[in-house]
């Protein structure tokens, strides 16, 4: 590993040794969580079970960060912001973090005790599958260093870090599995997925613009409504046009569907007002 590559990996400097202000940003809040939840548990604001507290805590993290990690490089095409990508591989390595704390808490909670350990990974379905989407996460993190770039090759390295997609559907599908009364964050957390899924699809076959993102962000809308309200009609046997209505009241809830809705309509404005205010492509692919 040369010395640049290790300026790399310090949180607040740019790969030429320069502070920069959106890496120490990005590194402080990656670490807010962590300190939060230390302070939890040292202040005994947990409950008699703190351990089981904490691995749900640092669940909805991983799983909130890992969503993030994927938004930054549609982020940096949509709002024509080419620094973004300084902090790609951090918030990667944060979504990690927060995993392994998960795994480890859970190992914790369970007394370590191996035997029941394994059997638990084996014999319980949504476990297995949050160990699959683990070890996925952790082959990226280990080669999300420049040697590996170097070694793989720009092709294989990008063909192996594509899996990250996989990695998220199973960990949605973990979570989906776990919940047990409120789908809310996990029908989020799909939502956002699928929205982020179809922005890059967009991209892929023509420039972002409010004009080809709004509808996009619509039909991934629909697309949340509809996943929740299956999942109510599946799991408590609500009828699915009273979960659609739901999505209509704001009395008490902005339902998943509206956040994604609301967040993807936001990306396509801001799309729009980059392309026309914004530095020109060219420009921002030579930066
Ligand atoms: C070996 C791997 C994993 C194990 C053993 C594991 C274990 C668990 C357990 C036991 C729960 C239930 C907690 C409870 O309700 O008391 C849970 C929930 C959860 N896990 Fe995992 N998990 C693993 C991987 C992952 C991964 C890779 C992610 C996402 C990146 C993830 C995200 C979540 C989330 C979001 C929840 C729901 C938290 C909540 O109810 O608020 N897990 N996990």
Redesign the pocket.
């Known amino acids: 590993m040369t010395a640049s590559d290790l300026t790399a990996w310090l949180p607040w400097t740019d790969r030429a040794g320069r502070a920069s202000w959106i890496k120490l940003v990005t590194f402080l809040t990656m670490l807010a969580p962590a300190v939060w939840m230390l302070t939890e548990w040292r202040m005994g604001w947990l409950s008699p079970k703190p351990a089981?507290d904490l691995?749900?805590e640092s669940?909805?993290w991983?799983?909130r960060i890992?969503i993030l990690s994927l938004a930054v490089t549609p982020l940096r095409y949509v709002a024509r912001f080419n620094r973004v990508i300084l902090v790609r591989r951090m918030v990667g390595l944060a979504?990690l973090f927060y995993?392994l704390a998960?795994?480890a808490l859970?190992c914790v909670d369970l007394r370590f005790d191996w035997l029941k350990i394994v059997m638990e990974?084996v014999l319980r379905l949504f476990?297995t599958v949050?160990?699959a989407?683990?070890v996925i996460?952790v082959a990226l993190g280990v080669t999300s260093n420049d040697l590996s770039i170097r070694k793989l090759g720009a092709a294989r390295w990008n063909k192996l870090h594509g899996l990250v997609y996989a990695a998220t559907f199973l960990?949605l599908v973990?979570?989906f599995m776990?919940v047990r009364l409120d789908a809310s964050e996990a029908a989020l957390m799909c939502g956002y997925f699928i929205l982020l899924m179809s922005f890059r699809a967009v991209r892929r076959r023509t420039t972002p613009g409010f004009i080809n993102l709004a509808p996009a962000a619509l039909v991934c809308a629909v697309m949340t409504g509809l996943m929740e309200a299956l999942y109510y009609k599946l799991s408590t046997s609500v009828s699915v046009s009273r979960v659609l209505m739901a999505n209509f009241d704001v009395s008490y809830r902005v339902s998943p569907a509206l956040w994604v809705l609301g967040v993807g309509l936001a990306v396509a404005a801001l799309a729009h007002l980059r392309a026309r205010f914004g530095p020109k492509p060219a420009r921002l692919a030579r930066a």
């Open positions: 089981t691995v749900r669940g909805d991983a799983m890992l979504a995993t998960h795994v859970w990974l476990l949050g160990l989407a683990t996460l960990s973990h979570y776990e």
